[in-house]
């Protein structure tokens, strides 16, 4: 039990994340007004057909800087958007239950590719950003191409263990020690807004079998062959129809930012 619990969160600077320091980081980017008035940190860069990577928990979209697939999608001429998803980074930080639910994550990003112009893109999501990913996946009709990273079934159970623990346990409940790592760690640096991360845990979307079941769109998974901290991810190659699954050398914290992780989404874009 306690391995499947190994929460994500803990190791979330490994994770495809940002640098806790952000805050000191030079700004780069531009900010986008969504739906509901929160404002969403982005950067773009390059100029051919464009791919939008969504970090994982308590990240921020300056991670993937750290791994090998940031640099070759831009040396393969395509148009690469990160953003800091709503509650963390240079985004807004809503304390409220309604700047978390019904997909506002997703919105933000629809939202966002809206306002760029942009009429058909790729979408990368890895650990937490793969639950996203997979909403727009259902959501967005202008996706053309889908990865998702470091994930497998756990996350279509509206009622998953680990979510449910993770929301208690980061509003002070001490009774959910499988988490004991991820609270240390949370509460560990002040770049964390504790409140915000509890509202994504306690709204995290699930996408149900029967919604994948109607996916039309090209699908990669890929998770490292020692990453087990999501699901099956065999099991949700079998949900989503058509869709390719791939492994990886290394756990949750180290596949992402692999050559080979870079290779099979390159090879897929193609």
Known sequence: MKKIFRFVFAVSALLLLSKVNYAQEAVTGSYYTSFDGTKIYYEVKGDGFPVLLIHGFSGTGQGWKSGKLYTDLLAADYKVIILDQRGNGRSDKPHTDAGYANDAEA?????????????????????????????????DQRVKKLVMGGMGDAYTNPEWPRRVHAYKALMGDTSFHDVDGMVKYIHSNPAFDVPALALQQKYQPSTSPEALAKVKIPVLLINGTEDHDGGSETN???????????????????????????????????
């Not at 629809?110 to 959501?139: C, H, W």
């Open 107 to 139: 919105k933000d990003i629809m939202g966002l590719v809206t306002n760029l112009g942009i009429k058909t893109y790729n979408v990368i999501g890895y650990s937490r950003g793969s639950i996203i990913a997979s909403r727009i996946l259902v959501l």
């Open 236 to 270: 949700l190659n079998k949900m989503i129809p058509g869709s390719k699954l791939m492994h990886v050398p290394g756990d949750h914290n180290a596949a992402s930012k692999t050559p080979e992780f870079s290779a099979e989404v390159l090879a897929f874009f193609k």
